[in-house]
């Protein structure tokens, strides 16, 4: 038997990502878990950010922002990136990440990150407690180390990446199945 709760953020887990924005020459990084792919074609992604927050302003300022994937590895970083602020400190140097330049977008990507998305806002939605930016996904900085060389395929799952869970941080573990298994026809039957 299921309780009936109040309607609340329960959707998880989420992926935990650091957003970096402003410009090569002055940056800041926020941790975001209000996150999400929302169209193929154009390729489309969503932040919410709470309009307090000093990374806000800087993304309403540029309308552009990169989002940077995390591993297990940045688990202290992108905790430490989402409680400090970047009014206070320079998350970079607090963090021990390192700036990467953006190739379509000013702000910097993470190093450290094995996919940063490189986003333009194409429309901001306030919706509350949070502001909805919506931006189409200019680039993606693959780091090669993840690309298998003989077959060509970004192999992101041996990145070590980890997601956020009702005020947890996990590691993403074995693969239980691949797009489609579940309609895939036994090739050994006749």
Known sequence: ????????????????????????????????AWTGIVCTNPPMLYI????????????????????????????????????????????WELSGLHPSAGVAVACPAIEESPLSL?????????LGSHDM???????ALADEKYLDTETGRFCL???GLMCYSHGGYYALGDILGTFGFSVKKNKNKR
């Open 133 to 139: 930016f919506v931006a189409h996904i200019v680039d």
């Open 1 to 32: 038997m299921k309780q009936v709760w109040k309607g609340g953020t329960l959707l998880y887990p989420l992926p935990a990502v650091i957003v970096s924005c402003g410009t090569s020459a002055s940056s800041n990084l926020i941790t975001v």
């Open 118 to 126: 490189e986003c333009r806002v194409t429309s901001v939605s306030h």
């Open 157 to 159: 799952e041996k990145s």
């Open 48 to 91: 919410s950010v709470r309009p307090e927050r000093f990374s806000h302003g800087i993304i309403s300022e540029n309308m552009e922002f990169t989002v940077n994937l995390t591993t297990a590895d940045m688990a202290r970083a992108t905790d430490l990136c989402g409680v400090r602020s970047g009014r206070d400190c320079n998350k």
